[in-house]
């Protein structure tokens, strides 16, 4: 079969138009891109596309950045992957951008109506979130109770917080509560050393310190001092993992990687104009704001990004905890503003989310311009590193398909991320009950009325088959008229 050619130009355009259209998640943008390349364009056959589809899952990041850019360097290298990874993300993020200036400049009453709105379209997300868990979790107690081990990990303090809004009681400090940081590494550590540990009596030793580490690094250690064990514990794992991997069984050479010079000259040319924007933009807003911060806040846009496994609803999780529970962005500007804005517009939501907190940032700090360096800075980093990962699992496609660690990370990471979702589904819905406090309604009405809510749009969305843009607006419309 021959298939048509495309330019950057055209695949601009194409995913541009992908872009305006793309809501719903990462996940719902997979068939939009099909019917644009396969159907409209005739420029993908199917077996491309599904290799495309599979990087593009089995890596970090927004799915829609990665199937642009892995798709557009099959259709024109580097110009292609460039216009495909920028093109799908420039209309959620201008959009995002304009939306969180107006709160800034036109004020508190502006706010209190979206707060009013955002309680609706947080129980919209809280919906979506329970379907993505549901769906995740299907067919297997050993997802449910990784989800739950995750749940019971990262969710204390969004607990304790129900519980006292709910109770009148003064908040508890949760025994566990790490972070998002800390979840991953202790992810990461068991899932590589379950991939190549040589035999079954080390694997108390795994389970020993991945156990002390979730201890050392909870509020509870934290708040007896006893925290400092967590470094040392993180260093025994490191060497831990080092050693199974030192010994590991080395399996039979499978697939080629990067074989000729220009391919290779190809990718490094991709990577260097991936990330020129991070420094284009960097260098200006460290003449703004102190180069110490807009280093570490841009650092810790690219580890949120590798850390985000499972599309933009995932993102939401990680961001709370690489930019929220730290304090870089309020938790009421983050889930009553950000968050709802994020998922109302078009587009990877990860990239939403990572330019709105750039700019909640830059604009605490300085002025509009400063912000909106910093929120270019931020999109281009997360874009740089999404779009990297997904051409280069592509082009070693062959080789990494039967990796152990890909196949544990594959299986694994999907029921940790749920658990991190339960989490941030109970701290959307404390910000809520907040908001409807404000508006003198009790914690226990809220609690009911939110989760009514949910249920009904579960069964609007089952037997009337509304599209999820007039869910979410009819959950909007109908919270900013009872509020």
Known sequence: MIFKKMKGPQIFLSFLKVGLVGFGGGSALIPVVERELLRNRGALG?????????????????????????????????AGSLAGAWAVTLPGVLFTLVIMALFQVIGDRAIGYFNAASVGISAFIIFLLIGYIKKTLRGGRQKLLICAAAFILTGGHELRSLFALLSGLPPQPPLFNISTISLMALSFFVIFALGFIPSKPLLPLVF???????FFSGSYSKSTGWDFLSYITLALMVLCSLALFLLRKKPARAGAGIGDSSLKKQVVVLLVLMFLPVLACMVPAALIFPARDVFWFILRICFSTLSSFGGGEAYISVADGFFVQPGFIPPDVFYTRLVPVANALPGPILI?????????????GASL????????????????????????????????RDSRLVAGLTRYIPPIICGMLLSTSCAMLYESMRIMEAGQIRPWASLGGIAGWVILLFITGRFKHLPDPVLLLLSAGISLALI
């Open 46 to 78: 199917e077996d491309d596309y599904l290799k495309h589809t599979v990087a593009a899952n089995i890596t970090p990041g927004a799915l829609p950045v990665k199937l642009g850019a892995s798709c557009g360097w099959q259709l024109d290298g580097v």
């Open 208 to 214: 020993f310190l991945g156990g002390a580490y979730a």
């Open 369 to 400: 311009p400063g912000a909106c360096l910093m929120a270019a800075a931020a999109v281009a980093a997360a874009l740089g590193i999404c779009g990297a990962l997904a051409v280069l699992t592509a082009v070693f496609y062959d080789r990494l």
């Open 352 to 364: 939403k989310i990572a330019a709105g907190m750039a700019f909640v940032f830059g604009f605490s």
